[in-house]
């Protein structure tokens, strides 16, 4: 069983990737900005941090054997996270970026098919673009499909790289849940070192 470091466990993604791996029987230090009225659970530490501050960040992460990051990039800093990656000496990473950087079937981003992007779009974009330049560690990136709502979890996904994965009628989309069970599938199984991956149905 792994030992994993989540930052973010609070966010929507979050919540859906530590259930997860707790049900799987790995150990988890959750990280949240507060950490006032969180259940007590089994196999969960909590660590209460700021994802900007660096150094204290690294302190929390060291000693894991795999750090998930699930942040909102407009309201989050990558090279603060990259930076507290390095510091704690973790070699693995899995960090959420956003969809509009997959292609789609015409050739062009995602981003560009947005007629009114996120606000989160664009620095996900980017965060994506800085991991792309890291050779010190192990990074995987992995990107939702255009819909990822609550919803069931089936353990069944389909996989891609750079193009988003859609279905008969062109619509990409996955469950939180099962957005999930492929993050921590990656954990068990590494397939995409230093490389980004997608899923959907």
Avoid: C
Wanted: no cysteine; proline share 5%.
């Amino acid at each position: 069983m792994a030992n994993i470091a989540l930052v973010g466990m609070t966010g929507n993604i979050g919540k859906r990737i530590l259930d997860e791996a707790l049900e799987r029987g790995h150990s988890v230090t959750g990280t949240t900005r507060g950490a006032a009225d969180l259940p007590v659970r089994a196999g969960l530490k909590v660590a209460t941090v700021h994802p900007a501050d660096a150094a204290a960040l690294a302190a929390v992460l060291k000693g894991h054997d795999v750090v998930v990051v699930s942040l909102k990039w407009d309201v989050n800093d990558i090279d603060a996270v990259i930076e507290a990656i390095r510091r704690s000496g973790v070699r693995r990473a899995l960090i959420v970026v956003g969809a509009g950087s997959l292609l789609r079937a015409d050739g062009r981003l995602h981003f560009d098919h947005m007629p009114t992007p996120a606000p989160s779009s664009k620095p996900a974009m980017i965060a994506l673009e800085k991991l792309r330049a890291v050779t010190d560690f192990d990074w995987t990136a992995i990107s939702p499909p255009t819909a990822i709502q609550p919803g069931e979890r089936t353990g069944k996904y389909r996989t891609g790289t750079d193009t988003m994965v859609v279905d008969a009628n062109d619509n990409g989309r996955i469950s939180r849940e099962d957005f999930a069970v492929a993050i921590v599938d990656e954990i068990e199984k590494p397939k995409y070192l230093r490389r980004r991956f997608t899923v959907g149905y």
